[in-house]
């Protein structure tokens, strides 16, 4: 159990930083939901201790295989759902990195999770054409992308999140490139994935600065008034990301990226991925008190 006090700071440290903090897909006691009420423990968790985003993971879905079968089956909870979020003032996402080559589905089904549950973003990797070249697979998940956005006029944002792996499609600049060309969609900058494709490439503050200028420039300073940043540990190789880790394990400084946010005066959400999930953030709250004044 959390008490006032804690709810109190962290509710001041989001409004001093200008953004949402929140957690993946699920809390320390639950670390990935799979049921509506372990998702409405875990908004209730979540408002206690005064965060305000959260990003649900696809496994909780994983048995619906038709659009039709929302609408038959889980249309009541998803409303459950998108009216507690909405009245605890947590912003919502729903996260899928696992797509097979052939998408047209699980994109149509995740979308309309998505807007149903009044969700901000559906996240995905744009990894899902491995079998071919570079060029190629970028065309094929623009073409997919707006496809479904013509198909399917959601309101819901595809949140285009780049990846760890050197060898395949979806790197931070493939990323912005992607969401340049494409309707309805957002980059979800994912900064541990940047570092570990990068074999360690976030050492100092002026790399996280090189990032942010990269958004600046390639998107524009409206991409400030509402980012979305994910901040994860990772372990890495020559080849990019081996697996995810602890941030306490990890070479990554936060501090750094703290300070980028409070010097362009960004705006948006970040999302903390770590084991630990509320306690990691709570554990680091003094310091991040320390970082926002």
């Known amino acids: 159990m959390y008490d006032m006090l804690t709810r109190k700071k962290l509710l001041k440290i989001q409004e001093r930083l200008g953004m949402r903090i929140g957690v993946m897909h699920g809390t320390y006691k639950n670390p990935s939901v799979r049921t509506l009420k372990e998702t409405l423990d875990t908004l209730n968790e979540l408002y206690k201790v005064g965060l305000k985003a959260f990003v649900l993971p696809r496994e909780m879905f994983g048995n619906i295989t038709e659009t039709s079968d929302i609408y038959k089956v889980h249309y009541g909870n998803l409303l459950k759902i998108k009216d507690l979020a909405n009245k605890y003032n947590i912003e919502l996402s729903l996260h899928h990195t696992a797509l097979s080559n052939q998408p047209d589905e699980t994109l149509k089904i995740f979308r309309n999770l998505s807007s149903i549950m009044d969700c901000r973003t559906f996240i995905i990797n744009p990894n899902f054409y491995s079998m071919m070249s570079h060029e190629q697979a970028l065309k094929l998940v623009v073409y997919k992308i707006n496809e479904i956005f013509i198909d399917q006029q959601a309101d819901v944002k595809i949140g285009i999140e780049n990846t760890g792996k050197s060898r395949e499609l ?23 994935n940047i570092h570990a494709r990068g074999a360690g490439s976030l050492r100092t503050q002026e790399d996280y600065k090189r990032i942010i200028e990269k958004l600046r420039q390639e998107i524009g300073p409206r991409y400030f008034d509402s980012a979305y940043f994910i901040f994860s540990g990772t372990s890495y190789g020559p080849s990019g990301k081996i697996k995810d880790i602890p941030l306490k394990d990890s070479d990554m400084k936060l501090e750094f990226l703290i300070r980028e946010i409070m010097s362009y005066d960004i705006k948006g959400t970040i999302i903390f991925d770590d084991p630990q999930k509320e306690k990691f953030i709570i554990k680091m709250m003094e310091k991040l008190a320390d970082m926002v004044r």
């Open 170 to 192: 979806g790197g931070f600049e493939d990323a912005i490139d992607i969401a340049k060309r494409t309707q309805g969609t957002e980059v979800i900058v994912n900064w541990g």
